[in-house]
């Protein structure tokens, strides 16, 4: 399957912290792109987020006031950019970032409140409610519990295999929101 400008899709993970959502992604990475496609994924966090070290030329080049530093190499290239007023990370700015052009699928972690369709990652021994009761951009939940009162469709999540399997299948029947590049 090749990229197209219009064939860009968007899904979400949403769950409470600790359900799981970066070990689900780290294992349906390898499988998405086992078929074929081109993922990207933009992640939320909360925390102040660091990838340099200092005393590195990139560090100090945006320590000395670079708003934007693209570090570029044979392998990666790493592009940095400093919010002059932090506040919280904007999903659609954070697209807009990417190269969607080049990508089949875009997989957002956390945006819990973005309208955008997720698969909701639910660890019942948490004592967390659902989050597709009250959030209609769920289109499926991803549990280690087999049976759970939704009406949406359940996925085991201890089968990454599944969790592909239907994300594919969302894919290719056009289901997902798509991005617009």
Known sequence: MSPSPTRCSLLG???FSGSGKTSLLR???????H?????????HTH??????????????????GAA???LAGPNRSI????????????LNESLSRLDLNALDLVLVEGFREAAIPKIEIHRPVHGKPLLCLQDPWIVAVASDHPELPISC??????QPHQIADFILQQH??????????
């Open 35 to 43: 078929h074929g496609l081109t993922v990207g994924v933009v992640k």
């Open 27 to 33: 294992q349906l990475l390898p499988l998405l792109r």
């Open 13 to 15: 993970f949403a769950g």
């Open 68 to 70: 934007q530093c693209l």
């Open 153 to 158: 469709p359940l996925l085991d999540l201890n």
């Open 47 to 64: 925390h102040d987020v660091e990838q340099d070290t200092p005393g590195k030329d990139s560090y100090e080049l945006r320590h000395a």
């Open 172 to 181: 290719a029947q056009d289901r997902l929101q798509q991005v617009k590049s």
């Open 79 to 90: 592009l940095t950019f400093e919010n002059l007023h932090p506040e919280e990370p904007n």
